[in-house]
């Protein structure tokens, strides 16, 4: 079921969404969930949030899914099943790629001509689509873990 969605998440990407769109769409699609939100809440966490550099639209794409399937729907509930699938989402990603941020991952600053120009001559969006099979598959076995 996970290899599944990261084949998917991969295609959505190759298709024209960013990072952080691909993951929660294939994601909420293998869950069953549809949403005329779905992609739109991702696009500003897309290229490490919006070319900040900050955390990784594979990982917050990932995130964002987590929450959508076991996130709490009213302040009653608890938050800890959802931030201990986070927690470990992170932390595999961090083990398997040494970090979580965009700009350590890609090694360039994509706010600027000369960080965009770099992605592009280095074909660093090759790796993007790594992190976002790897994300999707890990955000899929927590969930059904």
Same mark, same amino acid.
């Given at each position: 079921?996970?290899?599944? @969605? ?21 994601? @909420? ?28 639209? %594979? !990982?917050?794409? @990932? ?6 399937? !076991? ?19 992170? %932390? ?42 790897? @994300?999707?598959? !890990?955000?899929?076995? !927590?969930?059904?873990?």
């Amino acid at each position: 079921m996970s290899e599944q @969605a990261s084949h998917r998440s991969l295609e959505l990407f190759k298709s024209g969404y960013l990072c952080a769109e691909s993951l929660l769409l294939a994601i @909420a699609e293998n869950q069953g969930i549809r949403s005329d939100l779905i992609p739109r809440i991702a696009s500003g966490f897309c290229s490490g949030i919006s070319y900040t550099g900050s955390i990784c639209g %594979a !990982v917050t794409g @990932a995130i964002m899914g987590i929450g959508l399937v !076991v996130g709490r729907s009213s302040p009653s509930e608890s938050l800890e099943h959802s931030f201990t699938l986070t927690q470990k989402l992170i %932390a595999l990603f961090e083990g398997q790629y040494g970090s979580i941020n965009c700009r350590q991952l890609i090694g360039c600053d994509l706010a600027t001509e000369d960080g965009q120009t770099y992605f592009l001559e280095h074909h660093l969006m090759e790796h993007c689509h790594q992190y976002a099979e790897y @994300a999707t598959r !890990v955000a899929i076995s !927590v969930i059904t873990e």
